[in-house]
């Protein structure tokens, strides 16, 4: 229910943030600036009372974000693969909430696999461990599977945990539309929407059905990457509330220090976690969208495992288009073409000056590409784009949020492998390869033969609706309002036969 009960949430927040005595720090973390440290200070203390304790052998930060449940620790685990944000010590402190939150108990796991599976764990597994890591939104045991004696991760949900999410989603809900409400320059940036869309993205990693599915699809897109495996999925073993996969051995992608004991180089490791995103987004349109540390490991020969895809990121192909434009743009720093690219997919109001447009970006990607490459930062890029398009009334595209959440991710974890990681010179490549194979005569001839298979499909249909056409403009009668498929039909019969002609002849350049 969003209804005004949710303000004591919203208090609550804050009031758990003093009294865990992580108000300072944060504020600290993020340099807010005093007027912001004064309002803060004065709206969470006199509720300090109702805040959650937590638990007071943690550190401030992840012991307020832990007591309040598993949105905010999501929230703590995008901040922790962000040490230029949130500063070296906070970031090592908030990556507790990765993979080492408070576990339930291995009687609870059990009873809930028995329950989804409808068969006794002790005929299922033959070993069944205490669990090995546990997140915010379920946890892991190691097992042994009873016929074949094959290693495998059991993935098991927290108990409660839609309940507990739901509560947090109503919150963020009201907030947004108090928001909405007391501010309605706001409205640009879609707050209602952009909750929707993390309730969407939530919920789906709510049901293990959907994550066992998206990593099969994820398996086969990437099967020929090179550096790169999953874990396989054990269907038979998993449902809505568990999941089942082979195990992967590894070192935690996080751990530096056993990184270079156990010989592997981190800044290859670095360029390739940064670029395998990129090509997975760019090639695919289907990316893991929650690539924190705690969902990386190393294998044994160099490989990068991934783990956990309750949260994977779809962007259909214009949109993926659109967006190597504007990144191939910035770094060929041609940013008229950049505006033209952002005026052609309608981001911006046509009304707006395309050349007025392309001079406020040259302000947002000049002072980056002036910095020593240690210091630059997609995610200082992204903030500074945000600022010049809310001047241009560019209105939050939701369908990119998640997109541009999980490349500020990666460009953290990239940078805690390799602090002097260049962003421009590891992207340029994989985007020059998009562009290449995406945005030209090749690309041109597929998108007019995918045209032509539509066409050919719909094909028997064509005659019989230009008849109809020709009849209507036959009759005395008012012709009847203008139907969709009518002018389809007359669009279809010219772009036939131009597209055939312009296939016919790409291929021959080709």
């Known amino acids: 229910m969003r209804g005004p ?24 973390a993020f340099d807010a600036p005093k007027p912001l440290r004064v ?21 401030p930060a992840p012991r307020a974000l832990t007591a309040l449940g598993p949105a905010y620790i999501k929230f703590g685990q995008v901040l922790s693969t962000r040490p230029d944000v949130v500063g070296d ?60 004696g094959e290693t495998v991760a059991v993935k098991v949900l927290r108990p409660n945990i839609e309940k507990d999410f739901r509560k947090d989603i109503d919150a963020f809900y009201f907030a ?81 220090d056993a990184l270079d004991a156990a010989g592997h180089d981190r800044v290859a490791l670095s360029e390739r976690v940064l670029q395998l995103f990129l090509q997975h987004a760019l090639r695919d349109g289907f990316f893991h969208a929650d690539m924190h540390q705690g969902n990386l490991k190393v294998a044994p020969n160099g490989n990068i495992i991934a783990l956990d895809f309750g949260i994977m990121g779809h962007i259909d192909e214009y949109t993926r288009r659109v967006y190597a434009e504007i990144l191939y743009g910035f770094i060929r720093r041609d940013y008229k073409r950049v505006a033209e690219v952002h005026f052609e997919a309608g ?70 492998l390799n602090p002097k990681m260049n962003i421009w010179d590891v992207a340029k490549p994989i985007v020059e390869d998009y562009i290449k194979t995406s945005i030209g005569p090749r690309a041109f001839a597929k998108d007019l033969g995918k045209t032509a298979l539509v066409l050919a499909r719909f094909g028997p249909r064509l005659p019989g609706l230009m008849e109809q056409v020709l009849i209507a403009q036959g009759r005395d009668t008012p012709e009847p309002p203008p139907n969709r498929f009518k002018t389809a039909a007359l669009w279809s019969l010219l772009g036939a036969v131009v597209g055939g002609a312009l296939v016919a002849l790409v291929e021959a350049l080709l």
């Open 176 to 256: 947004a539309g108090l928001i909405e409400g007391l501010s309605p320059s706001s409205r640009r940036l879609r707050p209602m929407d952009v909750i929707t869309h993390f309730e969407g993205v939530v919920m789906g990693e709510l049901d293990l059905r959907l994550e066992s599915a998206s990593a099969s699809e994820f398996a086969a897109n990437t099967a020929n990457d090179p550096g790169f495996e999953l874990p396989e999925v054990k269907w038979e073993l998993s449902g809505r509330r568990v999941m089942t996969l082979g195990w992967a051995e590894g070192l935690p992608l996080g751990d530096n």
């Open 89 to 148: 010590k906070m970031a090592r402190e908030l990556r507790v909430l990765q993979d080492k939150l408070p576990p339930f108990s291995v009687a609870e796991a059990k009873a809930m696999v028995e329950s989804e599976l409808s068969v006794p764990v002790d005929t299922v597994f033959s070993e069944f461990s205490e669990p090995v890591a546990a997140a915010s939104i379920a946890q892991v045991h190691k097992a042994k599977l009873a016929k074949t």
């Open 5 to 28: 009960h949710n303000i004591l949430r919203l208090v609550r927040t804050g009031a758990t943030l003093e009294r865990t005595e992580a108000m300072g720090v944060v504020l600290d």
């Open 347 to 416: 981001y911006v109001p046509a009304d707006r000056d395309v050349d007025e447009f392309a001079r406020a970006l040259r302000a947002v990607g000049e002072p980056i590409f002036g910095m020593d490459a240690t210091r630059i930062s997609m995610g200082r890029l992204l903030s500074y784009l945000f600022e010049v398009t809310e001047r241009f009334g560019m209105e939050t595209r939701t369908e990119l949020i998640l997109l541009q959440r999980t490349m500020v991710v990666v460009e953290g974890v990239a940078r805690s």
């Open 39 to 59: 309002a803060a200070r004065l709206l969470g203390w006199p509720f300090k009372w109702l805040g959650y304790n937590g638990d007071p052998s943690v550190p």
